[in-house]
């Protein structure tokens, strides 16, 4: 989520904007009078709301849903000041509405999160393919550059990782195209998904230190640097160090409490299970699988696939619960199967061949998570 460092009337006057509220009516949310608020859209940089006033306008940033933090942080992107000027409908063949494309990453998002490929790349190519980035301006360029983000993130779960059509491939075309922008965030974001890809395509060493850097890197939110260092056990998990990846995940987990974030505090219970099943510690990841699935918020097809895979992975490895293990890796196989999940099959298969090679050893091996 976006986050500032310090409010001015431009900034104001974005969140009114997103938000889409009156100035009577966003005055009266934050409990200022209307003509403070009218007289931050006035005096746009010049002006720096109060100390307390900083807080509020926090609070009500924070208050937002994603599709209100996306406009925000693109009418940033274009320059929200009353001073902008906006193209001429009638000298403007490429103008672009902007609203109907970002309400279509909107969708998009919604999409994924469904694992909905299908529509979701028909929504992001409907704009990508109008015309070339090189001949946007830069609000035009932002929503671009996020379209382009969110097909990585489509390839990503589709197992799409390395070539011309590949996460890595747009990942590094937006990373590009939010540098030219200027906008470190974003940039630092796509580090940490480049990251993500290092890791699924089997480069272990190099994805932990790219981690490693990024878990302090300022560019990145508290959450953002939380996920860096809970993935930089999971690729040491994945290379053989599970002692050392679990007090590194238990670090994560501590930051992931005290940001209140139940998804990802949940999530790293089934990825600290795994460590702990590497490092032959059945009792303790039964209880942690546990965990993670009676407190999973998270209901999207690719956490199941995931949830389930780690879940059947954990019985498989205890000869009294083979039987359900392979049960259980049935039905992730058949859920990734049906929403095209190529990478989480390819795990599910490595898992079997595991077994059927040495069942039920313990020790480095495939961990059925990319990451």
Partial sequence: ????????????????????????????????????????????????????????????????????????????????????????????????????????????????SRQDFNFAASLLDRWRGRWPARELDEKGLYLYARSTTLLGDLQRDKGALVGPLSASHSYSESHALFTQLGIPRRVAQLDLSLAVVSEMSGKLDLAAKRYEHLAVDDRLSPRDRARARLWVGTALSKSGEHDYAASVMESAIRAFEGLGEPEDWSVAHQKLALAHRGAGNLETASRLIEVARSTSAGDSPMQRVRLTTAHGHILLSDRATAGEGLHVLDTAARQAAQYGMSHQLKSIEGIRRQFTQSPPTLGPGVTGEPG
């Avoid at 009266?28 to 006033?53: H, I, Q, Y």
Wanted: glycine letters at 6%; a negative charge.
């Fill in 1 to 112: 989520m976006t986050t500032v460092q310090q409010w001015s009337g431009i900034e104001a006057r974005a969140l009114r904007k997103a938000s889409r509220r009156s100035v009577r009516d966003f005055a009266g949310d934050l409990g200022v009078a209307v003509r403070t608020v009218s007289n931050w859209e006035k005096l746009g940089a010049t002006t720096v709301p109060r100390a307390d006033t900083q807080a509020i306008l926090d609070t009500a940033l924070a208050r937002c849903d994603p599709a209100t933090h996306l406009r925000f942080e693109s009418l940033l992107s274009e320059g929200s000041g009353p001073a902008q000027s906006q193209p001429d409908p009638a000298n403007s063949p490429r103008l672009w509405d902007y609203e109907s494309w970002t309400e279509d990453i909107d969708r998009s998002v919604a999409a994924l």
